[in-house]
């Protein structure tokens, strides 16, 4: 036997190679499939022996699949991993637009759900030519934008502010000594002063000076298109 089987203890390599090749000259014979059946009658050293060889064939393949595993379920309980090594590529890339940057936070099944809205919405996939299909994207993605930023400055603004824009958009004759019974009226003795109130309505253009007078943007009247466009509460507190 020693001619034919290396002992254990002289040379664990050929010992290993020995069962590795007695266990693959088995499968390929019998052409058997392992079940539960097979593992209960193999010995505990041989199941420990036999476990090491099949890891050690099927490693490259084992890490593979645990690259790809997104969910796991043991004992009932789920445990969920998601990978987005291409996001993060995408995060650190120099050189790359703000738009992949804020895209590669959220997971692929997101950006594709609404994509796929985008398309719906858009109809950009009906028109002619890719110059058609860009010019369309923009019209939307500007709308997108606009609304964004009117929605931001919507939860800010007071509801006395929304009125000042009402009313110089009748085109009066104003300043900032005769705006300020719009802030007396709801804000006075609150503590916020009435500097900082105006401030904020200059600082995000939707008014301006015009010689001593204040007069409101055209991008503060095209806030007001929005209020009424998307059914806003003109009537904010304060």
């Known amino acids: 036997m020693t001619s034919v089987i290396c002992p254990f203890f002289i040379n664990l390599n050929c010992f290993l190679d020995y069962l590795k ?46 690259k790809r595993l997104t969910k796991v379920e043991i004992a009932g309980n789920k445990i969920e991993a998601i990978h987005q090594d291409n996001n993060q590529k995408n995060l650190s890339h120099e050189g790359i637009s703000n738009i992949d940057k804020y895209l590669a936070v959220y997971a692929n099944e997101t950006v594709s759900r609404f994509e796929a809205f985008v398309k719906e919405e858009s109809k950009y996939e009906q028109l002619a030519n890719d110059g058609q299909k860009i010019e369309m994207l923009k019209k939307y993605s500007t709308i997108l934008y606009i609304k964004n930023n009117f929605d931001i400055i919507y939860e800010d603004i007071f509801g006395s502010q929304i009125r000042i824009l009402q009313h110089l958009n009748g085109f009066p004759t104003e300043n900032a000594d005769s705006l300020i019974r719009f802030y007396e009226e709801k804000l006075s003795g609150s503590g916020y002063s009435y500097e ?20 409101i943007t055209i991008l503060g009247a095209d806030f007001l298109k929005f209020l009424v466009l998307t059914n806003k509460r003109l009537d904010k507190p304060y």
């Open 196 to 215: 900082s109130y105006l401030e904020y309505l200059f600082r995000i253009n939707l008014i301006t000076k015009d010689g001593d007078n204040i007069v």
């Open 21 to 66: 090749l007695l266990l693959k000259t088995m499968i390929a014979l019998s052409q058997i499939t392992i079940t539960a059946d097979f593992f209960k009658n193999i010995t505990p050293l041989l199941w420990v022996i036999f476990a090491f060889l099949m890891f050690f064939s099927l490693r490259k393949e084992l890490l593979s699949l645990l």
